[in-house]
């Protein structure tokens, strides 16, 4: 493996001030944070081998190269395993906390909703195949053992369908700008917003500012192709994450592995990325989708009228209860979230959920908890191996990828 240079990029002798400078400082640790816990479904765990004997590159010119891809047709499977240091009981660590759960769907529900049955992809291993055609067609299947869950974009239409319950949802998208501009309402990028390859390249490198380094760490093989890998690393002390490497196609530059290692070492928090991969033009009838006779199908539009399953925490209710009033402490990679939280969360500082909690989730919250003192007064800290929450007696939380000494010591200082 041959060495490749270093860019810690600390100020990089920029003079920017304000606040455009102050949000981009946010971009890289919450995107990564954002990936690992929420889009994880189209990049997953995955079979690597060898080290290609690749030209050398430095991370400014491998970002470059990420910005400059344009791939809009893909296919392939994927590996995703997820492990946050959760324990298992029963749904609770997905829809079960917030009510919901996938069997069945409850009152108003579907099992096929989208936003219930992908949370399960927040544990586990799982196994994903995925297909796009562009901007208005892509396809993600999670394979199981006995049944299999799709979720198809074909234009206007979103369709999700799960074999196992034999049920499907159904939503209508309307159409806008394509994300490389193109389209009726995106002629040209607004004003301050970086436009080129290069300047995107910039303002990443920048964002990282003196709380985060970037590095070329060798190369690898993805799903048989030859990749760099772009290590990025908090400078920080205090937080949970210890690094985070993309395997990027030294070809077109696509990521096709994403990996992010805790900062007290063992096993990937997430290992995500193809086994196979193939960047022809799928067919276009891998986007067809037409409900079966007998199927149950759940409209969108009727799941917005239909009463909330019981246990489920409403919109309103979170608005109500302040998680509007979001403030942040710190920069960077130990940026922690502090916000009020409704009367209703008020178990949760002894270590408990609501009485309309779940008898699973309560347990399963009680699992996570730490009784913790300080200036304060007292609280419970809910742990993972990657972001810790603490919420306090007089009802605030503080969350981030950051330590529970570092909550504490938010606290005290709020």
């Known amino acids: 493996m041959a060495p490749y ?30 990936v690992a816990a929420a889009t994880i479904g189209l990049v997953p765990a995955l079979a690597s081998s060898g080290d290609p004997d690749l030209p050398k590159v430095t991370a400014r010119q491998l970002i470059e190269k990420i910005a ?53 992809l927040a544990t586990g291993s799982h196994t994903l195949r995925v297909a796009a055609d562009g901007a208005d067609r892509q396809k993600l299947s999670v394979l199981d053992d006995t049944s299999e869950y799709s979720v198809i974009h074909n234009g206007d239409d979103v369709w999700a369908y799960d074999s196992k319950s034999d049920e499907a949802y159904h939503a209508k998208q309307k159409q806008g700008a394509h994300a490389d501009g193109s389209g009726d309402h995106a002629k040209k990028a607004p004003k301050g917003v970086s436009a080129t390859p290069k300047e995107l390249t910039d303002e990443i490198l920048k964002a990282g500012g003196d709380t ?22 908090p400078k920080q002390s205090g937080s949970t ?42 067919a276009a009838s891998t986007f067809d989708f037409k409900p079966s006779k007998g199927t149950k199908v759940t409209e969108a539009d009727e799941m917005k009228k239909a009463p909330h399953r019981e246990g489920a925490v409403k919109p309103d209710d979170l608005k109500a209860g302040g998680l509007d009033d979001l403030n942040v402490i710190g920069k960077g990679w130990t940026s ?58 007089d009802g605030k939380a503080y969350a981030g990828a950051v330590t529970k000494g570092a909550l504490v010591k938010a606290a005290n200082a709020g």
């Open 5 to 34: 240079a270093s860019e810690d990029n600390g100020d990089n002798g920029d003079t920017e001030s304000g606040p455009r400078r102050k949000a981009l400082r946010y971009a890289v640790p919450v995107a990564v944070v954002g």
């Open 68 to 120: 400059k891809s344009d791939t809009q047709q893909l296919s392939g499977t994927v590996k995703i395993n997820t492990d946050l240091g959760l324990p298992s009981v029963g749904g609770a660590a997905g829809g079960g906390l917030m009510g919901g759960g996938s069997e069945g769907g409850g009152a108003g529900g579907s099992s096929a909703d989208p936003q219930s049955k992908l949370t399960e």
């Open 212 to 233: 985060t380094s970037f590095s070329v760490d060798g190369t690898s093989q993805v799903a048989g192709r030859d990749a760099y890998r772009l290590q990025i690393k």
């Open 241 to 282: 994450v210890g690094a985070v490497t993309v395997s990027v196609d030294a070809k077109t530059g696509t990521p096709l592995k994403f990996s992010l290692t805790p900062a007290g070492g063992g096993a990937a928090v997430v290992d995500a990325g193809f086994t196979t991969v193939d960047f022809a033009k799928p």
């Open 336 to 393: 922690i979230a502090e916000l009020k939280l409704p009367k209703e969360a008020s178990g949760l500082a002894a270590g408990k959920g609501s009485a309309e909690m779940p008898p699973d989730a309560q347990k399963f919250l009680s699992s996570l908890g730490d009784q913790v003192k300080g200036e304060f007064g007292s609280g419970t800290v809910y742990s993972t191996r990657l972001v810790n929450v603490l919420i306090t007696e």
